[in-house]
Nanobody, 123 residues
Framework: QVQLVESGGGLVQAGGSLTLSCAASGRTFSSDAMGWFRQAPGKDREFVGAVSGRAGNTYYTDSVKGRFTVSGDNAKNTVSLQMNRLKPDDTAVYYC????????????????WGQGTQVTVSS
């Protein structure tokens, strides 16, 4: 049984930093894609960033480029999201996701999901 477990959410002031971590068990994703989505109240779930394949190519939505960094550790089967210069608009539940079909911006591409972790950025 595949499980993704996130950790690291919390409350932070605008301009601060947080790091989210996601540990996968039950399957290795070293040659697949793992990434992060987020969902704010009343909004659709949106892509944030992902790392894909053994080459570790990374992808980001425009609103987080230069502020967020996705990294994967193939040996540990984990993916992290380093979030810097956080803004109130970054407030959302953040979900870890894993795809066995390669990278995609759509949530439909991802087969496995974590339970979500709340990130709240105060102004």
């Amino acid at each position: 049984q595949v499980q993704l477990v996130e950790s690291g959410g919390g409350l932070v002031q605008a301009g601060g930093s947080l790091t989210l971590s996601c540990a996968a068990s039950g399957r290795t994703f070293s040659s697949d894609a793992m990434g992060w989505f987020r969902q704010a109240p009343g909004k659709d779930r949106e892509f944030v960033g992902a790392v894909s394949g053994r080459a570790g190519n990374t992808y980001y939505t425009d609103s987080v480029k230069g502020r967020f960094t996705v990294s994967g550790d193939n040996a540990k089967n984990t993916v992290s999201l380093q979030m810097n210069r956080l803004k109130p608009d970054d407030t959302a539940v953040y979900y870890c996701a894993a795809s066995t079909r390669g990278f995609g911006y759509s949530s439909l591409v991802y087969d496995y999901w974590g339970q979500g972790t709340q990130v709240t950025v105060s102004s």
